[in-house]
């Protein structure tokens, strides 16, 4: 069975930092792999996916992800963070054709003035 | 695009009533719809799947009987908490999956609160 590992609950940075979330997953085969952003009492709003290629994918708001498959992660990554940034970030997996996801537990960024 | 949407966005109820929640898919077709339910401090976690024209697949340990999908068109499914109790008050979470694009979309969520 598909399980993703987001090792961080909670992660706090200053305004300006850079900014490294992890996710590790465990699929046997090449998944489909996504990174969502919740903000409180909303929807998720999908950040970035990747599914195959290049393994750096970039996606909205400033935010890459690279997939690493010898080490089985797919860090969601941003150069610099701003406070709107502040939200809870899911990692999830899919591999099969009608979409089915495995979560993430998720990470809670604080972002710092 | 790939806009989903949800009504209502809350809605409280005494226990004992019941409560429809739609999801649409506002500018794609949908043959799979999902349902979530979230709890404070929590992930998501998928009560079923919903296929246009077929029956809803449950997840173990979810009440079919109590929650009841029904995914009528490509653009809409519908999930109706049957004889609500406190218990059940939730965020409960929609998704839409767009096939061409093998993603799932988000619906912006319905806060539930049975009293």
């Known amino acids: 069975a598909q399980s993703v590992t987001q090792p961080d609950i909670h992660i706090t940075v200053s305004e300006g930092a850079s900014l490294e979330l992890r996710c590790n997953y465990s699929y046997g085969a090449t998944p489909y792999l996504f990174w969502y952003v919740q903000s409180p009492g909303q929807g998720l709003q999908l950040l970035l996916k990747y599914f195959s290629g290049d393994t750096l994918v970039q996606g909205i708001k400033g935010f890459e992800a690279e997939f690493k498959r010898s080490q089985s992660s797919f860090n969601l990554r941003k150069p610099s963070v701003h406070w709107s940034d502040a939200a809870e970030y899911f990692c999830?997996?899919?591999?099969?054709?009608?979409?089915?996801?495995?979560f993430g537990q998720g990470t809670i960024l604080t972002v710092h003035p | 695009g790939a806009v989903v949407s949800q009504h209502p966005s809350r809605v409280i109820c005494k226990s004992g009533t019941s409560v429809k929640i739609e999801c649409r898919s506002l500018?794609?077709?949908?043959?799979?719809m999902f349902w979530y339910r979230q709890f404070p401090k929590q992930s998501l976690m998928l009560m079923a799947t919903s296929n246009e024209g077929s029956k809803a697949t449950y997840e173990q340990g979810v009440e079919k009987d109590k929650f009841l999908i029904n995914h009528a068109s490509l653009t809409l499914s519908t999930l109706t908490v049957t004889s609500a109790h406190p218990e059940d008050s939730s965020f409960y979470i929609c998704?839409?999956?767009?096939?061409?694009?093998?993603?799932?979309?988000f619906g912006p969520g319905t806060r539930l609160l049975v009293l």
């Open positions: 500018d794609f077709q949908a043959t799979t």
């Open positions: 999830a997996s899919g591999g099969t054709s009608y979409g089915k996801l495995t």
């Open positions: 998704s839409a999956h767009r096939e061409l694009q093998e993603t799932q979309y």
